[in-house]
C-alpha cells in the first residue's frame, strides 16, 4: 500500500524547494509545512491510478472533470477498506460493526459540514447527488413554502437539474418560473437578476459556476438581492465546490448541493445543505425506514433532522468514500486547487485562441475551470471523436443545458474541463490535436 | 491508426465535406424531418417518387455532423431507381452494418450497396449510430408522409 506521505527525489528543474539538479518534492505536498505553496502536480496525477492507463494507444489526457472527476487512491481505497473492515448497516445494529459503520458514516458528516463550514452537522443531508437534492427541495419547499402565483427565479445558464424539478412544481402546484437573462459574454447582469425579483418571488435557484461555459455567478450580491427581496436562495455548487472554498455561513444561502463524483468522490452520493430552521419545517421527501421516530398505522413521527430527510438505507460506504475526498482536497487546499486551475484555464484560453477557425464560447469576466468552444465549419462531435483517437476525453453536446445553448444560438460545443491532476502537457496536447481537427476536416 | 480514425475514411470525409443532393426539392411527394435529441443535430429527407412508384430524386438538408452529413449523402445517391420496398430493404442492411451484429446482411448487400460499408466504423461508437442511421430514419418517416399533390 501507497505511503498517505513520503518525499520522493526528482531530477530535474521543478521549480520549488530544492537544490541543484534534484527537487524534494512531498506527497501530498501539504503535509508538510516546509513545502506549503508548492504545487506539485505530477506526484498528485501519482495519486490518480486512471490518469496512468492509456486510451487508443496515447496516454489518457482527461479533460472532463466538469462531467465527473476522477478518483484518487486515497478514495478508492477508503471505500475498499471501509467495505473489507467496518462494513454494516447503520443506525439499527447494537452490534460493534454496525456502530462503527454509524461512527463513520457520522463522520463523513463532519467532513462535509466542515468543508461548508456549515453551523450544524444536521442541516447536511446526503442525498444521491445534487439532482436529488435540487428536487428534495422543489418537492418539500415547495409543498411547504410554495403557492399558486408563487414564483421561483432561476438564471438562463442553468443546468436542466435546476430548471425541470421547478417546471415539474409548476405543473403541480401552479407556481411560476422565471429565469435572469444571459448576456453574450455568458453572464448573468446582476441588475437583470435583480429586477426580476419580485414581492411574489419566494426562492431563487441558481448555479455558483456554468457547467457550460465556467462563468462564476457573482453569488454573494445575488443572495443579499434575494434576501432583501424576501426570497430565500438554492446555490447549485455542483461546479464550484471542486474549485473554491464554500463558506454557506458567510454566503448566508438558504440550501446549497452539490454532487460528490464532481469533488473526487464516488457516485450515488451528494448533498444538500439547508437551514435548520428550513429543514425543521420543510416536510419529509420520501417515507420508508430511518427516517421515523415510531409508526403506528393511526399516526407516524418523523425522526429529527437529518434522518427526517434521509429514507431508507443510504450510500454509507459512498459518504465514508466522500469523507476521504474532502479530506483530500483539503489537504491540497482549494484556495492552491483554485489558483493551479486558473492557470490552465488561462493558458488553455491562449493556445486556443491561437487556432483560426476556433472561437471560445463564453467571455465572462470571471471564469473557472471550464472552456467551451466551437470550430467554424467542424460538428463540435466530429472535434470530440478525433479528440478522442488522440487520447484526449472532451465532451461535446447540449452539456444538459437546452436553454442556454438557445441563447447563445448554438446546437453544442465542445467542452474541455480542468481538475487538480490537470497539467499544461495536457493543454499543448489538446491544442495539437484540434490543430489536427483543422488539417483533417477544413484544408 | 487508432480505431476514431476508421470513422473518417476518405469517401466519408468527402460526402461530409462535400454532399451529395444537399437541397430541398421542390415539389416533391414525400417529405420528413427529424432530430437527434443526443446533439440537436436536424435532417429534412424529401423524395420524388412517381406514378410507377420508383424514387426519381432524393435530396436532404439540415445541419449534421461529418457522419450524418455522408450517411445522408450516399444514401441520397442508392436511393434514386429503387421502389420504397427496396429502399426500406436497403435501410433494413445499412442498420445491420452500421448498429453490428448481422455479418450476413453485409456480404448480401448488392454492389452498389456496398459503398455504404465506408461508414461502417461507427460500429465501435454506439453513440455514433444514431448520427449514422438519422437521415435513413427520416426517409422512412417520408416514405408515410405524402404530400397532397398541390
Ligand atoms: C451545474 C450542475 N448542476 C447540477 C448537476 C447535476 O449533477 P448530478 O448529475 O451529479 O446530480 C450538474 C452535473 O452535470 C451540473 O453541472
Not at chain 1, 119 to 134: D, K, S
Not at chain 1, 263 to 273: D, R, S
Not at chain 1, 409 to 415: F, I
Not at chain 2, 85 to 112: P, T, V
Request: aromatic content about 6%; some cysteine.
Amino acid at each position: 500500500m501507497k505511503a498517505v506521505y513520503h518525499q520522493i527525489e526528482r531530477p530535474g528543474a521543478l521549480q520549488g524547494i530544492g537544490s541543484g539538479n534534484t527537487v524534494t518534492v512531498c506527497h501530498p505536498p501539504d503535509r508538510c509545512g516546509d513545502h506549503a505553496g508548492f504545487y506539485d502536480v505530477e506526484a498528485i496525477r501519482a495519486d490518480f491510478p486512471i490518469l496512468s492507463r492509456q486510451v487508443h494507444s496515447r496516454p489518457l489526457v482527461y479533460l472532463d472533470s466538469a462531467a465527473s472527476a476522477q478518483k484518487p487512491f486515497q478514495v478508492i481505497e477508503a471505500e475498499h477498506a471501509f467495505y473489507a473492515q467496518d462494513y454494516a448497516n447503520i443506525h439499527r445494529g447494537l452490534y460493534y460493526l454496525s456502530q462503527r459503520a454509524t461512527e463513520r458514516y457520522d463522520q463523513a458528516r463532519r467532513a462535509v459540514r466542515e468543508l461548508l463550514n456549515a453551523r450544524q452537522e444536521h442541516e447536511i443531508i446526503f442525498t444521491r447527488g445534487a439532482t436529488e437534492a435540487i428536487n428534495l427541495v422543489a418537492a418539500s419547499f415547495g409543498e411547504a413554502f410554495l403557492n399558486e402565483g408563487d414564483e421561483v427565479l432561476v438564471t438562463g445558464l442553468e443546468h436542466h437539474s435546476n430548471i425541470v424539478p421547478w417546471q415539474l412544481l409548476r405543473d403541480k402546484k401552479g407556481i411560476v418560473l422565471k429565469a435572469a437573462p444571459v448576456n453574450d459574454a455568458g453572464e448573468v447582469p446582476l441588475e437583470d437578476f435583480i429586477r426580476l425579483l419580485g414581492s411574489r418571488t419566494r426562492l431563487a435557484a441558481f448555479a455558483h459556476v456554468s457547467n457550460v461555459l465556467g462563468t462564476v455567478l457573482p453569488i454573494a450580491e445575488m443572495i443579499r438581492a434575494a434576501h432583501q427581496a424576501g426570497a430565500r436562495v438554492l446555490i447549485d455548487a455542483a461546479q464550484s465546490v471542486a474549485h473554491a472554498k464554500i463558506d454557506v455561513q458567510s454566503l448566508d444561502c438558504d440550501f446549497l448541493v452539490f454532487s460528490g463524483h464532481k469533488l473526487y468522490g464516488p457516485t450515488g452520493i451528494g448533498v444538500l445543505y439547508g437551514k435548520e430552521e428550513l429543514l425543521e419545517a420543510m416536510p419529509p421527501y420520501q417515507g420508508g425506514g430511518d427516517m421515523i421516530a415510531s409508526v403506528s398505522f393511526e399516526r407516524t413521527t418523523y425522526a429529527p433532522l437529518p434522518a427526517k430527510f434521509e429514507a431508507g438505507t443510504p450510500p454509507i460506504a459512498q459518504a465514508v468514500a466522500l469523507g476521504a475526498a474532502i479530506d483530500y482536497v483539503t489537504a491540497l487546499g482549494l484556495d492552491r486547487i483554485g489558483a493551479h486551475e486558473a492557470g490552465l484555464l488561462a493558458y488553455a484560453t491562449e493556445r486556443l485562441s491561437a487556432i483560426a477557425p476556433l472561437t471560445i464560447v463564453g467571455t465572462a469576466a470571471k471564469k473557472a475551470s471550464v472552456l467551451s468552444f466551437v470550430m467554424e465549419g467542424v460538428h463540435p462531435h466530429d472535434i470530440a471523436q478525433i479528440l478522442d483517437s488522440r487520447g484526449v476525453a472532451v465532451r461535446a453536446g447540449h452539456h444538459c443545458a437546452q436553454p442556454l445553448m438557445a441563447r447563445l444560438g448554438l446546437p453544442a460545443t465542445v467542452r474541455a474541463s480542468f481538475g487538480l491532476y490537470n497539467t499544461t502537457a495536457e493543454v499543448d496536447a489538446l491544442a495539437e490535436a484540434l490543430e489536427e481537427v483543422e488539417v483533417m476536416f477544413l484544408q | 491508426m487508432s480505431d476514431s480514425v476508421e470513422l473518417y475514411p476518405k469517401a466519408v470525409l468527402d460526402h461530409g465535406r462535400h454532399p451529395r443532393n444537399r437541397r430541398a426539392i421542390a415539389g416533391c411527394s414525400h417529405f420528413a424531418k427529424s432530430e437527434n435529441p443526443s446533439c440537436g443535430d436536424d435532417v429534412s429527407v424529401s423524395l420524388r417518387i412517381d406514378q410507377g412508384d420508383v424514387i426519381r430524386e432524393a435530396a436532404f438538408d439540415g445541419r449534421s455532423c461529418v457522419v450524418a452529413t455522408a450517411s445522408a449523402s450516399l444514401m441520397t445517391e442508392l436511393l434514386v431507381g429503387k421502389t420504397p420496398a427496396q429502399a426500406k430493404m436497403l435501410f433494413q442492411r445499412f442498420h445491420a452494418l452500421a448498429a453490428g451484429g448481422a455479418e450476413e446482411a453485409i456480404d448480401s448487400m448488392e454492389a452498389e450497396a456496398e459503398r455504404l460499408t465506408v461508414l461502417s466504423g461507427v460500429r465501435a461508437y454506439p453513440v455514433r449510430v444514431r448520427c449514422a442511421t438519422l437521415a435513413w430514419k427520416t426517409m422512412l418517416a417520408a416514405l408515410e408522409n405524402e404530400r397532397s399533390q398541390q
